[in-house]
C-alpha cells in the first residue's frame, strides 16, 4: 500500500502530465489550442486597475477582459488571446446585460461606450511599459500583437 507522501507524488506527476507547464508568470502554455501566455499574476495586477470605461476600482467590481474583439488577426489564425492583452472593465460592463461586452462582442462597443479602439491599444502600451521591463516575454509578445493591429488600421484608413 502506497503511504501518503508516495501517493501525493503520484498526484503530482499525474497533473504535470495533464497540465504540462504550471500557470505561472509569463510562460507559454498550450491548452489544447495554439500556445499563449499565461500568468495568473498579469490577471491579478490587471483586476487591480479601474475600470477603463466607469472608472470603478476594485477586485470586487472589476475583471480582467481578453480583449479578442480587438485583436482579430489573431482570432483568424485560431490562436488564444494572451493574458498580457487584458484590459479591466468593471463586471456589468464585462458581461451580464444586453449592453454588456459579452453580450455585443464587437469592437463597435468600444466607441460606443466612448473609449475607442485606440484608447485601449494606448492604455495597454502604457501598462505593459510601466509594468514590465523591456525583454519580458509576456510583454514583448504583447506589444508586437498591438503593433500588427495598429498597423494594419491605419493601412485600412
Sequence with gaps: MAT???AME???AK???VHGTPKATG?????????????????????EQPCLITRR???QYVAAHHADELFPHL?????????????????EKHQGHTDS??????????TDNGYPPERVYRWLRWFLNRHYPSGHPGADYALEQIAIVERRRSQSL
Design 4 to 6: 501518503g507522501t508516495e
Design 10 to 12: 503520484r498526484r503530482a
Design 15 to 17: 497533473a504535470k502530465r
Design 27 to 47: 510562460q507559454r502554455v498550450d491548452k489544447g489550442k495554439r500556445a499563449h501566455f499565461h500568468s495568473e499574476a498579469h490577471i491579478a495586477l490587471v483586476k
Design 57 to 59: 476600482l476594485g477586485r
Design 75 to 91: 482570432i483568424s489564425q485560431g490562436l488564444k488571446i494572451t493574458d498580457f492583452l487584458s484590459i479591466p472593465l468593471a463586471h
Design 101 to 110: 461586452l459579452h453580450a455585443r462582442n464587437s469592437a463597435q462597443w468600444w
